[in-house]
């Protein structure tokens, strides 16, 4: 079985982003970008897969311009087989990557999916499901645990009041959580492996998909910042203000 | 216009996430009609008539919608559409939610906006994006508007006089997935996203025990709800549905007390439009400081106690 792990590159997670003075967008100059930390968790998932014989090929798979070679290079040294890059320089909301990706399925076949829950930049939670919308495939989102059981998967969600624990025929669709494994660092040699594997860059509009954002994105704005409080100096005060100030207790 | 709102339920309860999203639907103007798809869910069917501002229940019956799969239930709500006429599909931004809403909007062909916390009009809306840290406007002019949204932004509608309620039929089913096991934590505890007060616990605990024992009697005095950082459910002190965050639980109680947790960004993305913000911790310089109303540097073990004796 193959499996076909999508990856975004998306702003590190430790930097907190600023608006621009235009309010047109996020200034991305010179900030620190990284693979989206769900999807490196979905690229660990899939090489513990063929580690144990599981799955047959990782194949890594990002939709965005050239500099997202790089993203991908960083899952191919994590221990992914290949690597396609579908480029386009356009801005690509989650309908249109499922639809990307979808083409992509379509050549590759492959058995299963796991992508990332959320990308931590649009926050969208969208495209997994959107894929396997279009797949005609199950899904099982929020994964924690994924075991593979013959010609299906039972994966166990983070759902709001706790756990479930899914069957789903395959191919499906998996969306990776937190707790799902804990990735490894690609190590020196693997990075300059990494160099050596095949990566196809395959251009958006060779796969006849519409691609055109349907969203339209205005004004950008941070939030109102909340106002700059007190200390306290002990409990005896801090109860004191929560009952006469704050009025909450 | 129609808009339809697809209840969240264990066929017994609706889930509040729910009475938030018909608040929502209502802003969009025109009717609303609840979607309760569900086996045995008669009960349901009945709270839901009576939340205010729903024009009509729609219920559907069937074994294999018991376990609300998003494969069945996103097929039924796209023929609904189909057959209805619905402009708007909206449902509150739960894990429930997120799973099921963008596999509706994919089969529609339109695009889904995702946790909306304002709408100006039907096709305008405003949404946080990098973990909260922006909030961006966002237009639509797809004929079906998909949307979820976050339910600490509207408020929860209330009983009203009772709607009708008609039958629908039921889809097929796909057969893609089973539920095999369903492991629900019950509380006599308020609910995470509905509790007045919350007290949430991080990595300062050092161990499930201690969550335990310093935060519990806090939590019974206060009548609050629990919650945690990611770093304190990964190392397994809580169950994963305590995690408050970005990529957790969205909470905006009157009053948050954050004890021995450092105030990451994606920690704050789940909490920092409560009311009055408490941290507790030891060290001066964390940045849960930042977006304290009142802050109390001291060594949890010691201060929470304190806290709790005096209440
Ligand atoms: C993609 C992604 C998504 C994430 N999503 C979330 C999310 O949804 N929610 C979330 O919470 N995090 C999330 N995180 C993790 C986040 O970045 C932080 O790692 C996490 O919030 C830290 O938890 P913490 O504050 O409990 O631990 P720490 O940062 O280790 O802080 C512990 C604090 O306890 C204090 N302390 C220790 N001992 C005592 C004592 N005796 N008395 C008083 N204070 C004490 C310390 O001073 C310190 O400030 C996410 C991270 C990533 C990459
Ligand atoms: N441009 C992209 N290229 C490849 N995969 C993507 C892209 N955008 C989103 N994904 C995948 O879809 C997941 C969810 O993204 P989103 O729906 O945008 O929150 C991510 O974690 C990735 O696995």
């Given at each position: ?11 590190d ?7 621009r003075?235009d309010?047109?967008g996020?200034?991305?100059?010179g ?12 690229v660990?998932e899939?090489?513990?897969?063929r ?22 290079r ?31 399925v379509?050549r ?16 969208a939670n969208?495209?997994?499901?959107m ?27 983070e ?8 069957a ?5 669709v ?12 690609a ?13 196809e860059v ?7 998909v ?5 969203l ?24 004191s203000?929560?009952?006469?100030e704050?009025?909450?207790? | ?11 017994s ?38 939340v ?37 599909v ?9 799973n099921v ?21 039907r096709?305008?809306y ?29 408020d ?16 097929a ?7 095999l ?25 050092g161990?499930?025990?201690?969550y ?17 950082s ?6 397994g ?17 009157g009053l ?6 450092s105030?990451?960004i994606q ?16 060290d001066p ?25 005096s209440?």
């Amino acid at each position: 079985m193959k499996v076909l792990v999508p990856v975004k590159r998306v702003v590190d997670y430790n930097v907190k982003v600023r608006v621009r003075s235009d309010n047109s967008g996020v200034d991305l100059n010179g900030v620190k970008m990284a693979i989206n930390p769900f999807d490196e968790i979905a690229v660990e998932e899939a090489v513990r897969l063929r580690e144990s014989q599981q799955a047959a090929e990782v194949i890594v798979v990002s939709c965005g311009g050239p500099a997202s070679q790089e993203t991908l290079r960083t899952a191919l040294a994590m221990g992914a087989d290949r690597a396609i890059l579908v480029e386009s320089d356009a801005e690509l909301q989650p309908l249109a990557v499922a639809k990307l990706l979808k083409a992509v399925v379509d050549r590759e076949q492959p058995g299963l999916v796991i992508c990332g829950k959320q990308a931590i930049d649009d926050d969208a939670n969208q495209t997994g499901q959107m894929l396997a919308a279009l797949m005609g495939a199950g899904q099982a989102t929020f994964a924690s645990k994924l075991v593979v059981e013959g010609s299906s998967i039972h994966v166990t969600r983070e759902v709001d009041g706790g756990l479930e624990t899914l069957a789903v025929g395959l191919p499906a669709v998996v969306t990776a959580d937190l707790r799902l494994n804990e990735p490894r660092y690609a190590t020196l040699p693997n990075i300059m492996k990494a160099k050596k594997k095949p990566l196809e860059v395959l251009p958006a509009a060779s796969l006849g998909v519409d691609v055109a954002p349907r969203l339209r994105h205005g004004r950008h704005e941070e939030p109102a910042p909340r106002k700059g409080g007190v200390k306290v100096a002990d409990v005896a005060e801090l109860l004191s203000k929560l009952k006469n100030e704050a009025k909450v207790i | 216009m129609k808009t339809l709102v697809i209840a969240e339920h264990d066929n017994s309860t609706l889930a509040g996430a729910t009475r938030h999203a018909v608040t929502a639907a209502a802003q969009l103007g025109g009717e609303v009609d609840l979607l309760v798809a569900g086996n045995d869910c008669g009960a349901v069917v009945a709270e839901a008539a009576r939340v205010a501002g729903v024009s009509r229940v729609i219920q559907v019956e069937a074994a294999f919608y018991r376990d609300q799969l998003a494969e069945n239930l996103a097929a039924l709500v796209v023929s609904l559409v189909q057959l209805k006429l619905y402009e708007n599909v909206l449902v509150g931004s739960s894990a429930w939610g997120r799973n099921v809403a963008p596999r509706i909007a994919a089969l529609l062909d339109v695009a889904q906006v995702s946790d909306v916390v304002k709408i100006s009009r039907r096709g305008c809306y405003q949404r946080p994006i990098y973990a909260g840290n922006v909030l961006v406007g966002v237009e639509s002019d797809d004929p079906v508007q998909v949307l979820t949204v976050r339910t600490t932004a509207f408020d929860a509608a209330g009983e009203g006089s009772p709607a009708p309620i008609e039958s629908a039929a039921a889809g097929a089913d796909l057969g893609l997935s089973q539920l095999l096991r369903r492991e629900i934590s019950r509380s006599e505890r308020p609910e995470l996203g509905a509790a007045k007060i919350v007290v949430s616990g991080g990595r300062g605990l050092g161990n499930g025990d201690n969550y335990q024992q310093v935060l519990t009697p806090l939590a019974d005095k206060l009548g609050a709800a629990l919650g945690a950082s990611r770093a304190a459910v990964d190392a397994g002190y809580v169950p994963n549905d305590y995690q408050v965050g970005q990529t957790g639980k969205i909470v905006a109680p009157g009053l948050y007390v954050a004890v021995g947790i450092s105030g990451a960004i994606q920690h704050l993305a789940g909490m920092k439009d409560s009311g009055v913000i408490v941290a507790i911790n030891k060290d001066p310089d964390a940045p849960i400081f930042q977006v304290a109303d009142y802050g109390l540097v001291a060594d949890l073990f010691e201060a929470v106690p304190a806290l709790t004796g005096s209440l």
